[in-house]
Every structure is written in C-alpha cells, then in structure tokens.
C-alpha cells in the first residue's frame, strides 16, 4: 500500500519532462532531464563537480588526487577518498587498519555527506567499479538505516525502517560495474522519491521516513562493493520549502501509486540495535570525541580498534570500555 515498482507511468511523465529539451536517450541529456516531481527547491546547500576551485577543466586533463573537504564529506570505517580527476574517489580502508579490526573492517570504501538536509533534493552521479556485491553493498542511503536502496545484479531494493522493510524494487536496473547512475532524490515528511536517468522512478511512503535518524547521521551516504571502487560526481543538495509540494504532485503521485506493491517485511528489528545507548548512537552527544579533541585523534590513531560501533567517530566512553578490554 505504501510502495511502487514503477516503470511505465513513469515514462509519461518523464516526456512531460523532457518537452523542449532533448532526450535521445543519452546519459548526459538525460541526466540533466531530472527534475524536481515531489519538492520544491529553497536553497542550495552543497554543489560541487570536484573540477576545483572555479575550475572546469575536462576529466581528461589528469591532475594529481587532492584531499577531500572533511567538513563536507565524513569517510567512514576509515576508508580511504579524494578527489582526482575531477570525481570524489573512494577505495578501501588500508590492509593495516584492517589487520587490527574485528568488525567494521572498511573493505566497501563508505562515505557520508555532512552537509544533506533533513528534507532535501539531492541530486548526483555515482559509479560502483568493480569489488563484489553482498548482501548489504553496495548502497545508497539518506540517514543511517532510514531509506536505503541497495543495488544488486538482480535489480535495486529501496528498504527502510533499519531495512525491515521492502518499499519498492526495481529490475529495470541493476548492478553494473564501471556504469555511472545518475539520480535524483527528494524527501518529504513520510515520503521518498527517486528517478534515475532514463527510467525507473521508485516512490515510498513509510512513517519511519519521517523519523530523524537519532545519532544525526540524516545525511546522504554511500557504500561501495567490497574490495571496489566508488566514484560520486555532479552533487547538488537542495533544502526545501516546506508542507509545500510542487506543481503536479498530486496527480504525478497518483499514477506513481497505481501500481503499488505492498510493502515486503524482512525482518524484525533486533534488540540490540533497540537497546544501544543514546551516547553509542550519538558521538556528537558524548562529548568529547576525536572530532573535537586531538588527544582523543592521536588515541585513535593509534588505537583504531577501539572504535567500537565502527562509526569512524572515537568517544570517551569507547576508550574507557577499550582500556577496560586491555586490562582484562
Ligand atoms: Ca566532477
């Protein structure tokens, strides 16, 4: 009831879309074809095609990896990203974190945007480059466990709710490596909406989509294959105006639900993701952490593996329970 596989009505509307532009099927042209169908822009909140400052040099003209920007864009799992040749690359956490891990050992290179709003537009091209696919990778998610669609080679899966649930599937596209997906994206209160250049857009409405993702990571992220490659390129996140719908909702929803499936459950949530304490779900509200302490960075730099959770972030708390781990 809540969920569509959408192929065919979207094609009627993408044709609405195009009139007056040209869409011959080319990726380019129809990247640039997307559209906002749900929300209406505010302001834009991050933009950038990794071509440097001002620059607009071609992908072809090869200049060396730059670092990222860390106040926009947060590596997890201590996954190794820059930016070079004019896209945010990612590749796998080095062979001598992952000799120290237990879990969360970094072999899918993960990313998460620092600077996504809560309701958003969101719109960019992304690639998954060899590696293998899992159950769990690769991904595309906004908020950590909120709304995810998970790419295999049998199709993509739009889940929710910590992935108990299915909202919508598609096997119109699937997993292939070294092709660039271009999409857009776009969150309203208890709704999810995303077109993918040339076809198929996936809708979904969950009350989970509403509810804030409590360790403040509502960001988009990314995850790639394990042991592969990720590469994200032509971002642009928009904020948006609010209780506000753009022109044509209503009736674009209506043929985007005329053929919903129901939702599928997966699974039920597990206790210990239930019972995990305010603070292992929210570094920021621990306090003092490695992101606003250096002696708590060079700790973690030295001690990777006392990084618990795995989110990339080292707290207070994750260091007096891995000096308890050393004493016993
Ligand atoms: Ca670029």
């Known amino acids: 009831m809540h969920a569509i596989k959408n192929c065919r009505p979207y094609l009627t509307a993408c044709l609405a879309l195009c009139i007056g532009s040209t869409c011959q099927g080319q990726e380019a042209d129809s990247r640039d ?125 739009l889940l929710a709710d910590h992935e108990q649930v299915q909202l919508a599937q598609t096997q119109q596209i699937r997993l292939e490596s070294g092709r660039w997906y271009h999409l857009l994206a776009e969150r309203q209160a208890d709704e999810f909406v995303v077109q993918f250049a040339g076809g198929p857009t996936l809708y979904a409405k969950h009350k989970s989509l509403a509810i804030p993702v409590a360790d403040d990571s509502d960001g988009l992220g990314i995850a790639g294959t394990r042991r592969g490659t990720v590469e994200i390129d ?47 779900r929210n570094p920021a509200a621990a306090g003092d952490t490695s992101q606003n302490k250096p002696w708590i960075e060079a700790f973690f730099a030295k001690n990777p593996s006392a990084d618990a959770d795995g989110d990339g972030v080292l707290t207070k708390q994750e260091i007096n329970r891995f000096k308890q781990t050393q004493k016993n």
């Open 33 to 157: 074809s997307l559209r906002p169908i749900m929300n209406v822009p505010s302001e834009v909140s991050y933009q950038s095609n990794f071509n440097g400052p001002g620059k607009t040099e071609p992908k072809e003209t090869k200049s060396a990896a730059t670092e990222i920007d860390k106040t926009t864009w947060q590596p997890r799992q201590s996954t190794q990203w820059t930016v070079v040749q004019g896209v945010l690359q990612g590749e796998q956490s080095t062979a001598e974190f992952q000799a120290q891990r237990e879990h969360h050992h970094g072999y899918e290179p993960r990313i998460k945007s620092l600077t996504t709003p809560r309701e958003f537009i969101a719109s960019f091209s992304v690639r998954f480059n060899d590696g293998d696919e899992t159950s769990l990778v690769p991904l595309i998610e906004f908020g950590h466990h909120n709304v995810r669609l998970k790419f295999s080679k049998t199709g993509i899966a």
């Open 234 to 280: 032509n971002v642009t996140l928009w904020s948006i105006k609010t209780a506000t719908k753009a022109r044509g909702w209503n009736s674009t929803v209506k043929t985007l639900t005329a053929k919903m499936a129901d939702p599928v459950i997966l699974k039920k949530q597990t206790k210990e993701k239930k019972s995990r304490s305010p603070n292992e």
